[in-house]
């Protein structure tokens, strides 16, 4: 959907009601490995790829989405739905 106008999207021949997600669930990304890969890549970057530099994000950004969720802002069952998200975040930094 076109957000200034909320009008329906055609994508490849289809019409579609899209709207922008509220929400999304990730897990940040941890590892030393790619962690350090991440900070090599920026430095080639920068040394020789100048012009791409913008399109970098900051380590501390660096994330893996599992999910985009359209929620409404006025449900009384957000709350708990942040909490469950919160719950399901906790179980899985713990591996």
Avoid: A
Avoid at 14 to 39: A, E, W
Avoid at 54 to 71: R, Y
């Amino acid at each position: 959907m076109d957000v200034k106008n909320k009008q329906p999207v055609k994508h490849n021949n289809v019409l579609k009601n899209m709207s922008r997600p509220t929400h999304f669930l990730s897990i940040p990304i941890t590892s030393d490995y790619i962690l350090g890969y991440h900070q090599n890549f920026s430095l080639y970057i920068q040394e020789s790829q100048n012009k791409f530099l913008k399109l970098l994000i900051p380590q501390s950004k660096l994330h893996i989405t599992l999910g985009l969720l359209h929620l409404p802002t006025s449900n009384p069952d957000l709350d708990i739905i942040s909490r469950i998200v919160t719950d399901v975040y906790q179980e899985t930094i713990k591996y």
